[in-house]
């Protein structure tokens, strides 16, 4: 034989061999998967487990998906796709089944130490001292949230990351997170969760910003119980979005439909379809049709209450399992034999992977069971006491005990003892149980290597002939210096670009630094509080607009359910400290004068939330936030921006302490806390009382999360014995918030003379016009009534 054909038959041979190994390790991958949402739903069912949602009949397009998922890039997903995480490498079956048992051990779940459920899965970007790791050279994996399409917003930011890294000119040196950009967000998503307005909003935006954006769709003709006929225009999210589709030269999107029993050609198109993405910074919208639930929905009930019997055994024969494993057979990559071989031989290896991760998730209570057990048995030694006795037989018998069981035990028992000098050592050990779990359970809300500023405040410092300039010229010439001196830095918003912002500012900066740093957005808040997030998570410097605090409402859902609790629900792993601009207190009319911050800082624990009085201190606040690590907010005064400050020097290294108050008029007589714009009502107050004899100490709180750390506020009150807090929210809103804490957890209540008051804005909404203003929000007349009644007391 010819040599050139012999070596041409030796490599076609070599390929097949290669091809067909490639292929039954998907499918090896596959059933594993398919056994672990088997066993899943049964450790769920008998109590071993509280809740389980599977992967189940989503399995061949996770492991086509996944080939084409390269170290650099991000995955945004949502809690069917263990498949793609097992095939990946990002996860495995042994940490599948630890957060089925919500392993408090990061050791056993690395993803979340036990906080998230089942399938939420997040690869680290923090060392373990604190240090951004290289994100380039590893498969990068956003951590998971349940609220369906709520990651949506977020894959937007991280997609948008590799268009800033690939355009902007300073940027473009490989380094720890973009090579040129080359990087593409891979985000799954339900069909029926597409109803949801974060994904429209999300595709149209990534469809006019041109982002390498790779969307699939799982489609198995069903949310909960509900059919896609009724949850999505014309029953098929491809036909609905057919107009975003991308046409020559014009922006938009590549829209691929595939089944999702088609192995094969599923492998071709997401290689089309994601390469493009790569090269071209395209989005890509993948609807994979006709794949199937086995097992229903989750284990909160059964799919056969809601589907017929021709659904259920057209799933059965369709499951996209079972046409890979006819597929194998009929096309000669192995035989009947081997492959019932490879499947017992996979239901072995996830069997032994759930039972040696239940005893890894065991092993500490039963031991913590064992000496509970030892000083109750002890106890009853030298007392007899029926309820104790009650409760160590109930101890013993609970063959699978929660934390939650010993705590309870040892509770009890120290409150049902009669004779407490019997009960030291499980005092003691109960001391260490809460230490224990706190730091399990209770951690990881800030990075706590994050940077709050100075340990104090900083004095200020001018050249002779500084300036007077209005609030916004201040503020402009501290971004023009950002902007100069550290190119990952980016700004955007609605109307931020070109006009430099609804109060100037940016003015003339996008066109001093780049349309790609500082860019104009569409109307739509959820998706810029969502760029904003992604960016930062890929170590740029975001300050994301919101032009009017009034409408952080719209983007409040990612900022809470994402942003706020990443760091938390990734049990540390992961950050995103971008910083979130905004203008809010009285202007005018009910939708432009918004103060909610009560409802703010409930919704956002885990951000920073700065109330600067001025622009010199936003810009303190500015600083502050960049050099950390936490995600925050600024609320800029919205009636402030003609306000005349004077300049000071070195604007970049004026940083503020965080949670640190500042007392900007001293007095005797009573404490005024207050923040923001109102506190120019309480200083011209504090005036007006002084010509009545009484002098106000005026305390500007500067933020509310982190509030005053150094209880600075329990100090002045020490001195005066009467506090008012007054802003401009609503009654119960963060004045409350302020009460509670000096009074109640600082203690201050032990230092007043007379109640304490909070003086607040009405309970509706402020009315248009300077009279309802006047008389829907604290004024000055108001304010010094108050403060004479207190002092008639």
Same mark, same amino acid.
């Given at each position: 034989?010819?040599?050139?054909?012999?070596?041409?038959?030796?490599?076609?041979?070599?390929?097949?061999?290669?091809?067909?190994?490639?292929?039954?390790?998907?499918?090896?991958?596959?059933?594993?998967?398919?056994?672990?949402?088997?066993?899943?739903?049964?450790?769920?069912?008998?109590?071993?487990?509280?809740?389980?949602?599977?992967?189940?009949?989503?399995?061949?397009?996770?492991?086509?998906?996944?080939?084409?998922?390269?170290?650099?890039?991000?995955?945004?997903?949502?809690?069917?796709?263990?498949?793609?995480?097992?095939?990946?490498?990002?996860?495995?079956?042994?940490?599948?089944?630890?957060?089925?048992?919500?392993?408090?051990?990061?050791?056993?779940?690395?993803?979340?130490?036990?906080?998230?459920?089942?399938?939420?899965?997040?690869?680290?970007?923090?060392?373990?001292?604190?240090?951004?790791?290289?994100?380039?050279?590893?498969?990068?994996?956003?951590?998971?949230?349940?609220?369906?399409?709520?990651?949506?917003?977020?894959? /937007?930011?991280?997609?948008?990351?590799?268009?800033?890294?690939?355009? %902007? +000119?300073? #940027?473009?040196? =490989? !380094?720890?997170? *973009?090579?040129?950009?080359?990087?593409?967000?891979?985000?799954?998503?339900?069909?029926?969760?597409?109803?949801?307005?974060?994904?429209?909003?999300?595709?149209?935006?990534?469809?006019?910003?041109?982002?390498?954006?790779?969307?699939?769709?799982?489609?198995?003709?069903?949310?909960?119980?509900?059919?896609?006929?009724?949850?999505?225009?014309?029953?098929?999210?491809?036909?609905?979005?057919?107009?975003?589709?991308?046409?020559?030269?014009?922006?938009?999107?590549?829209?691929?439909?595939?089944?999702?029993?088609?192995?094969?050609?599923?492998?071709?198109?997401?290689?089309?379809?994601?390469? /493009?993405?790569?090269?071209?910074?395209?989005?890509?919208?993948?609807? %994979? +049709?006709? #794949?199937?639930? =086995? !097992?229903?929905? *989750?284990?909160?009930?059964?799919?056969?209450?809601?589907?017929?019997?021709?659904?259920?055994?057209?799933?059965?024969?369709?499951?996209?399992?079972?046409?890979?494993?006819?597929?194998?057979?009929?096309?000669?990559?192995?035989?009947?034999?081997?492959?019932?071989?490879?499947?017992?031989?996979?239901?072995?290896?996830?069997?032994?992977?759930?039972?040696?991760?239940?005893?890894?998730?065991?092993?500490?209570?039963?031991?913590?069971?064992?000496?509970?057990?030892?000083?109750?048995?002890?106890?009853?030694?030298?007392?007899?006491?029926?309820?104790?006795?009650?409760?160590?037989?109930?101890?013993?018998?609970?063959?699978?005990?929660?934390?939650?069981?010993?705590?309870?035990?040892?509770?009890?028992?120290?409150?049902?003892?009669?004779?407490?000098?019997?009960?030291?050592?499980?005092?003691?050990?109960?001391?260490?149980?809460?230490?224990?779990?706190?730091?399990?359970?209770?951690?990881?809300?800030?990075?706590?290597?994050?940077?709050?500023?100075?340990?104090?405040?900083?004095?200020?410092?001018?050249?002779?002939?500084?300036?007077?300039?209005?609030?916004?010229?201040?503020?402009?010439?501290?971004?023009?210096?950002?902007?100069?001196?550290?190119?990952?830095?980016?700004?955007?918003?609605?109307?931020?670009?070109?006009?430099?912002?609804?109060?100037?500012?940016?003015?003339?900066?996008?066109?001093?630094?780049?349309?790609?740093?500082?860019?104009?957005?569409?109307?739509?808040?959820?998706?810029?509080?969502?760029?904003?997030?992604?960016?930062s998570m890929r170590g740029l410097k975001p300050i994301a607009e919101i032009q009017y605090?009034?409408?952080?409402?719209?983007?409040?859902?990612?900022?809470?359910?994402?942003?706020?609790?990443?760091?938390?629900?990734?049990?540390?792993?992961?950050?995103?400290?971008?910083i979130v601009r905004t203008r809010g207190h009285r202007l005018e009319g009910i939708w432009?004068?918004?103060?909610?911050?009560?409802?703010?800082?409930?919704?956002?624990?885990?951000?920073?939330?700065?109330?600067?009085?001025?622009?010199?201190?936003?810009?303190?606040?500015?600083?502050?936030?960049?050099?950390?690590?936490?995600?925050?907010?600024?609320?800029?005064?919205?009636?402030?921006?003609?306000?005349?400050?004077?300049?000071?020097?070195?604007?970049?290294?004026?940083?503020?302490?965080?949670?640190?108050?500042?007392?900007?008029?001293?007095?005797?007589?009573?404490?005024?806390?207050?923040?923001?714009?109102?506190?120019?009502?309480?200083?011209?107050?504090?005036?007006?009382?002084?010509?009545?004899?009484?002098?106000?100490?005026?305390?500007?709180?500067?933020?509310?999360?982190?509030?005053?750390?150094?209880?600075?506020?329990?100090?002045?009150?020490?001195?005066?014995?009467?506090?008012?807090?007054?802003?401009?929210?609503?009654?119960?809103?963060?004045?409350?918030?302020?009460?509670?804490?000096?009074?109640?957890?600082?203690?201050?209540?032990?230092?007043?003379?007379?109640?304490?008051?909070?003086?607040?804005?009405?309970?509706?909404?402020?009315?248009?016009?300077?009279?309802?203003?006047?008389?829907?929000?604290?004024?000055?007349?108001?304010?010094?009534?108050?403060?004479?009644?207190?002092?008639?007391?």
């Amino acid at each position: 034989m010819d040599p050139n054909l012999m070596a041409e038959r030796q490599v076609q041979e070599l390929s097949f061999e290669a091809f067909k190994t490639t292929v039954l390790e998907d499918y090896r991958i596959a059933y594993e998967s398919r056994q672990a949402s088997l066993l899943g739903r049964k450790e769920v069912l008998t109590g071993k487990a509280k809740f389980g949602i599977f992967g189940d009949g989503k399995e061949i397009p996770q492991v086509a998906m996944a080939k084409f998922f390269k170290p650099g890039d991000f995955y945004a997903g949502y809690y069917r796709d263990q498949t793609f995480a097992f095939a990946t490498g990002t996860a495995t079956i042994n940490e599948f089944f630890s957060q089925l048992y919500a392993d408090p051990d990061i050791n056993n779940d690395p993803h979340s130490a036990g906080r998230n459920m089942n399938s939420h899965f997040c690869t680290p970007m923090l060392s373990e001292n604190g240090e951004l790791l290289d994100l380039l050279h590893i498969k990068n994996v956003a951590a998971g949230l349940a609220p369906t399409a709520g990651h949506f917003p977020k894959a /937007l930011g991280l997609a948008h990351a590799s268009r800033i890294y690939r355009n %902007v +000119e300073s #940027l473009q040196e =490989p !380094q720890r997170f *973009s090579d040129h950009g080359n990087e593409v967000v891979l985000c799954t998503i339900g069909d029926a969760s597409t109803s949801e307005g974060h994904f429209w909003e999300t595709m149209n935006a990534a469809a006019v910003s041109q982002v390498p954006l790779v969307v699939f769709v799982w489609d198995d003709g069903y949310g909960i119980s509900v059919p896609k006929e009724f949850q999505t225009v014309k029953g098929s999210v491809s036909d609905a979005l057919s107009g975003f589709e991308k046409q020559k030269n014009s922006n938009g999107m590549l829209i691929y439909k595939v089944k999702g029993w088609d192995y094969a050609q599923m492998c071709e198109l997401f290689e089309e379809g994601i390469s /493009l993405a790569r090269k071209q910074h395209v989005p890509v919208l993948f609807h %994979v +049709e006709e #794949l199937t639930q =086995p !097992q229903g929905h *989750s284990t909160s009930g059964s799919h056969e209450r809601y589907k017929s019997p021709e659904r259920l055994q057209w799933e059965r024969n369709w499951d996209c399992l079972a046409k890979m494993r006819s597929w194998i057979i009929d096309n000669g990559l192995a035989d009947t034999a081997t492959v019932e071989s490879m499947e017992e031989t996979a239901k072995q290896y996830v069997n032994e992977c759930r039972v040696e991760t239940w005893r890894l998730y065991d092993a500490p209570i039963q031991r913590q069971k064992e000496i509970t057990v030892d000083l109750l048995t002890n106890f009853l030694a030298y007392e007899t006491n029926e309820k104790v006795a009650a409760l160590l037989e109930e101890l013993k018998n609970n063959a699978a005990p929660f934390r939650r069981d010993i705590v309870s035990a040892l509770y009890r028992t120290i409150a049902f003892a009669q004779n407490k000098n019997l009960v030291q050592d499980i005092e003691q050990y109960l001391s260490e149980l809460k230490i224990e779990n706190k730091n399990l359970y209770n951690s990881h809300l800030y990075c706590e290597d994050g940077n709050v500023g100075p340990a104090n405040l900083p004095v200020l410092h001018y050249h002779e002939d500084a300036p007077v300039l209005n609030g916004y010229e201040i503020l402009n010439r501290y971004f023009d210096e950002l902007f100069s001196t550290d190119s990952r830095v980016v700004a955007f918003g609605e109307d931020l670009g070109m006009i430099g912002d609804v109060n100037q500012g940016f003015a003339g900066l996008q066109q001093k630094h780049g349309p790609e740093r500082i860019f104009d957005t569409g109307i739509r808040e959820l998706t810029i509080m969502g760029q904003g997030m992604g960016m930062s998570m890929r170590g740029l410097k975001p300050i994301a607009e919101i032009q009017y605090l009034d409408y952080l409402m719209f983007g409040l859902q990612v900022l809470s359910d994402d942003a706020a609790s990443l760091h938390y629900r990734s049990a540390g792993k992961q950050i995103a400290p971008f910083i979130v601009r905004t203008r809010g207190h009285r202007l005018e009319g009910i939708w432009h004068s918004g103060s909610p911050l009560g409802l703010i800082i409930n919704a956002l624990k885990g951000f920073y939330v700065c109330v600067p009085r001025n622009m010199v201190q936003a810009v303190g606040f500015y600083n502050t936030l960049l050099k950390g690590k936490n995600p925050g907010l600024v609320i800029e005064c919205l009636n402030g921006y003609r306000m005349k400050e004077i300049l000071p020097s070195q604007l970049l290294d004026y940083a503020l302490p965080l949670g640190v108050p500042e007392i900007i008029r001293e007095g005797n007589d009573i404490t005024i806390v207050s923040y923001g714009s109102t506190l120019r009502i309480v200083e011209e107050a504090a005036d007006l009382l002084q010509s009545l004899q009484v002098n106000a100490e005026v305390i500007d709180v500067q933020t509310l999360l982190p509030f005053d750390i150094h209880s600075k506020i329990v100090e002045s009150l020490k001195k005066t014995n009467r506090i008012l807090f007054v802003d401009e929210d609503v009654p119960g809103g963060a004045t409350a918030f302020m009460f509670s804490e000096v009074i109640e957890k600082q203690g201050g209540y032990k230092w007043l003379d007379v109640a304490p008051r909070m003086l607040t804005a009405e309970s509706h909404r402020p009315p248009y016009g300077s009279d309802g203003d006047y008389f829907s929000k604290p004024n000055l007349e108001q304010l010094v009534e108050v403060v004479m009644s207190m002092m008639q007391e």
